[in-house]
C-alpha cells in the first residue's frame, strides 16, 4: 500500500509539471531525475552512504542521550521542573543558527559537526517522550510490586519501560526525519561539507536543477527508509501496544 501512494504522489507529480509545461529550472518532473541519478550514480552512493551513516550515528546518541535525561525528568519531580524550560528553550533555538557556529567552532571536524547537529535536533522529543511515559505511570502498580518486595530496578524493566515503548517509537518517528534535516544542513553549510548535502550544494552552483531535485528524491528515500525501520523495531518490542483496526 505505500508504494502505491508514492508511486501515485510521483504519477501526480510528473503530471503537474507537464499539464503546466514547467521547465527544468523551476520545477524538475520525476522522468527528469532518473537520468541525473544515472549520471552521478557514483556520487550518489558515496554521498548517500555519507549522509546515512551520520545520520544514524546522531540517531543513536539522541536515544541515548534522550533517554537518560528522560529517565531523570521521569523519576524525579525536581529534575523535570527544573530540566525541562532549558530542554524548551534550547529546542526554540533555529538549528539553522546554530549549523554555522558549530561548523566554525569544530572546523574541519565535518564527521563530528555532522553527528553533532543531527544528535542536537533530534533528542528532545525522545526525551520528552520518556518523561511523560515514566511520570505517568499509575502509582498503584509501583505499591502492588513493592509490597511484593520488588526493588525500583524492577519496578523499572517490569512495568515502565514496557509502558514508555510506544511513546518512545513514536518519538523516535519523529526524530528520524529529523536527524536527516540536521545532517543536511550542516552537509550544505559546512566548507568540508561531503554528502548529499555537498552534491545538492555542487548542484545549486551549476544551475543543474535536476542534480538538486534528484538529491531531494534521495533524502526522502533515506528518510523513508529509517523510519520503517523504526517501524519493524516497534512491532518487534511493543507491537503489543498497536490496536487493531475494526
Known sequence: MPVAFIIAALALWEWAVWVNDLPDFRMASPSDLLPSIWEFRSLFVEASWQTLWRTVAGLGLAVVVGTAIGMIMGFSRIAREG???????FNAVPKATVVPIVALI?????????ILIAFMISFFPIAVSVSIGLSTLEPEYRDILRSLGASNLTIFWKIALPKTLPEFFGALKVAVTLAFIGTNLMEIVSPHGRGLGALFLSGQTNADYPLMFAVLLMLAALGILLFYVVVALERVFAGWAERSQT
Do not use: R
Open 83 to 89: 530540566l525541562y524550560p532549558i530542554l524548551v528553550g
Open 106 to 114: 569544530f572546523v574541519g571536524q565535518h564527521d563530528f559537526n555532522t
